[in-house]
């Protein structure tokens, strides 16, 4: 099992930022690529940014340019650094964690950091 724990989350103004961490532990054998996802009320889950163990990164159009993904493989940590916050980035924000299986990809998830940007 894999345990993603998350922190950082908040209330900031329009313009600001928040700094997010996430941090595995447990079973990392074969954990590869590690990112973050967002759910707002009403609203499906979405991809926010996702970083594979060799630093490849892919980012929503919605937030490129604005957020930053990064990865520390020695203290199996991932961060999501979250720039020029617009009240549209309003959701709770959960880890993941993929381990490739033989026929498909297992997922982990963080119980969630609220980030709320008010106008």
């Known amino acids: 099992q894999v345990q993603l724990v998350e922190s950082g989350g908040g209330l900031v103004q329009s313009g600001g930022s928040l700094r997010l961490s996430c941090a595995a532990s447990?079973?990392?054998?074969?954990?590869?690529?590690m990112g973050w996802y967002r759910q707002a009320p009403g609203k499906e889950r979405e991809l926010v940014a996702k970083i594979t163990t060799s630093g490849s990164t892919n980012y929503a159009d919605s937030v490129k340019g604005r957020f930053t993904i990064s990865r520390d493989n020695a203290k199996n940590t991932v961060y999501l650094q979250m720039t020029s916050l617009k009240p549209e980035d309003t959701s709770v924000y959960y880890c993941n964690a993929e381990r490739p299986r033989i026929y498909d990809i297992h997922n982990y998830w963080g119980q969630g950091t609220q980030v709320t940007v008010s106008s």
């Open positions: 447990g079973s990392l054998f074969s954990i590869s690529t």
